[in-house]
């Protein structure tokens, strides 16, 4: 079936700097999309979401980005912090409350 | 939002027994998932748990392997049976509070099969 997609970068980026990671997906019909964060021992936590009605959304340091025309989404972390290291996910949402996951991205920060 | 904690959160266990993870929700939830995270990779339903009724599983997974119960809407477990180095994994339990919000997560359980 259709899944979304997202290699396994890792993104080494220095404190301070804004970091962006970027997901494809393939399900056109997705109408639904969050972003996940995953610190090592721990579940994935909630980061940011965003509806297909929409083409950008904010939260505090957070910034997802959906085009639906490439199926492409985005995270943009603003002046990123070592408290930002971690695992970053995507998921989309197109059959009732099933989410499908990319594969993840590494997020390295230097101090 | 909702809090979930999931027991235990590790183990290591023989292959061929069995391990039962318990996840318990602080409030009354709809909707209760169980994933699979396999070692450096991304997160793969395994089924929906379904109060009153039978679990729904995700093709590749089946009954017989990973035996759900959903007792009521706070509780689900979630049964590892005849154990594989192959089943090393983390399992998350997962929920949603309704109205297609985002998923919350446990912390996991860490599981290796030696």
């Known amino acids: 079936g259709e899944s979304v997609g997202l290699h396994l970068p890792t993104l080494s980026v220095q404190e301070g700097d804004n970091s962006i990671i970027n997901c494809a997906y393939s399900n056109s019909a997705s109408d639904y999309f969050i972003w996940y964060k995953q610190e090592s021992g721990k579940g994935p936590q909630f980061i940011i979401d965003i509806r297909s009605n929409m083409d950008k959304r904010q939260g505090q340091r957070v910034t997802v980005l959906l085009n639906k025309t490439v199926k492409h989404l985005s995270l943009q972390i603003a002046a990123t912090q070592p408290g930002d290291s971690a695992v970053y996910f995507c998921a989309e949402n197109n059959a009732g409350n099933m989410l499908t996951f990319g594969g993840g991205t590494r997020l390295m920060v230097k101090p | 939002s909702a809090v979930i904690s999931q027991k235990p959160s590790r183990d290591i266990c023989q292959r061929g027994t069995s391990l039962t993870i318990q996840c318990q929700v602080d409030?009354?939830?709809?909707?209760m998932f169980w994933y699979r995270q396999q070692p450096g990779q991304s997160l793969t339903l395994i089924a929906t748990a379904n109060q009153g009724s039978e679990a729904t599983y995700e093709s590749g997974f089946v009954i017989d392997k990973f035996p759900i119960s959903r007792p009521n809407l706070t509780f689900s477990t979630l049964t590892v049976s005849n154990m594989s180095p192959e089943d090393s994994s983390i399992y998350l339990c997962?929920?949603?509070?309704?109205?297609?919000?985002?998923?919350?997560f446990g912390q996991g359980t860490r599981l290796t099969v030696v």
């Open positions: 409030s009354q939830v709809t909707m």
């Open positions: 997962s929920v949603e509070t309704g109205g297609r919000t985002e998923a919350f």
